[in-house]
């Protein structure tokens, strides 16, 4: 059953429940040398935090990266949110999801997805083709792929990167559950009542630490500018009621739905909307004016935030 923790030899297996309910997502530590990155690391699981969330797509390739990350620390888990299935083949992707859990038990969650048009085409020179219909058949190929390496002595913990009802469905069948990205809080009951309740739900929450409504929403913008771009993301958008002239400006309440900013009194309101709506995990994006910077002092107060959720 998802989300059940099963004995595999004589560990317990990664679960929905395992990452804690505050997590972060960065892409800060792909903008450090990976020195200062495994520092920040350690400081990170100091901190309190239980997983951290790290992208692929024009960044360190994660299977490495978290590789490295986790072998700075003891018990935090990396996730990779996401690794894009149009990188790798199915086989391949079954071979890195394995060496990390077989060196690292119950540390790694493979986040999958299919990226978007853009990267898949103009990156890997791939097809992007019909994404629900490629998930399965790499799925089906991944579980069947061959590997007589030494095997892990925990299930390989996956799931996927969803948006859509369909998608989302897939998630709590074939994974343990469903990685949203870009979202705002009114997509989290939709993806649980589409999930049912046993399945991983663990949105990203970007957010700016900032009270001046200009400075933030100036921050958001330039954060938003590239996802409204891509439309997995306005469709996913227009689902939800959002119209055209919202996104396409970005209007201040589209904004304001998907970067929580304000004190750490409105991103702790934030993060436990989405909790009370159905995430058994939200992670945490800080964003700042200057992306490449580490934001450890915001880290640290989020971190406060733990105990309270």
């Known amino acids: 059953m998802i989300g059940e923790r099963r004995l595999y030899g004589s560990v317990m297996a990664l679960d929905k429940n395992s990452l804690g309910k505050l997590g972060l997502w960065t892409f800060q530590l792909d903008m450090q040398p990976m020195a200062e990155a495994r520092r920040v690391a350690a400081r990170i699981e100091e901190l309190g935090f239980r997983a951290v969330w790290v992208p692929e797509a024009v960044g360190r390739e994660p299977f490495a990266s978290t590789s490295l990350l986790l072998s700075a620390t003891e018990r935090l888990i990396m996730c990779t949110g996401i690794a894009s299935l149009h990188a790798r083949s199915p086989m391949t992707m079954q071979a890195g999801w394995k060496t990390v ?11 999958i997805g299919v990226s978007h ?35 892990p002595t925990t299930p390989p913990a996956r799931c996927l990167a969803a948006l859509g009802p369909k998608m989302l469905k897939l998630a709590a069948e074939r ?28 949105p990203e929450q970007a957010v700016v630490f900032s009270t001046d409504a ?20 306005t469709n996913n958008l227009r689902r939800l009621g ?28 934030r993060v436990k909307a989405h909790l009370d709506g159905g995430a058994d995990h939200v992670c945490v994006q800080v964003l700042s004016s200057n992306p490449a910077a580490v934001t450890m002092d915001e880290f640290r107060e989020l971190a406060g935030l733990i105990p309270e959720l």
């Open 242 to 269: 959002w119209t055209d002239a919202d996104i396409e400006g970005p209007s201040d309440a589209l904004v304001d739905a998907i970067v929580a900013w304000g004190t750490i009194d409105d991103i702790h309101a």
């Open 101 to 111: 859990t077989e060196a690292f038990p119950d540390r790694f969650l493979l986040g």
């Open 175 to 202: 994974s343990l559950g469903a990685h949203p990205y870009f979202v705002p809080v009114e997509h989290t009951p939709i993806a649980r009542a589409a999930m049912g309740p046993d399945a991983l739900l663990a």
């Open 214 to 233: 200009s400075e933030a929403r100036a921050v958001a913008r330039g954060f938003m500018r590239t996802y409204l771009g891509l439309p997995n993301y």
């Open 117 to 151: 048009q853009p990267a898949v085409e103009g990156f890997h020179g791939g097809t992007y083709g019909k994404p629900y219909t490629n998930m399965i058949n790499y799925l089906d190929a991944m579980d069947r792929g061959l590997y007589f390496a030494a095997q």
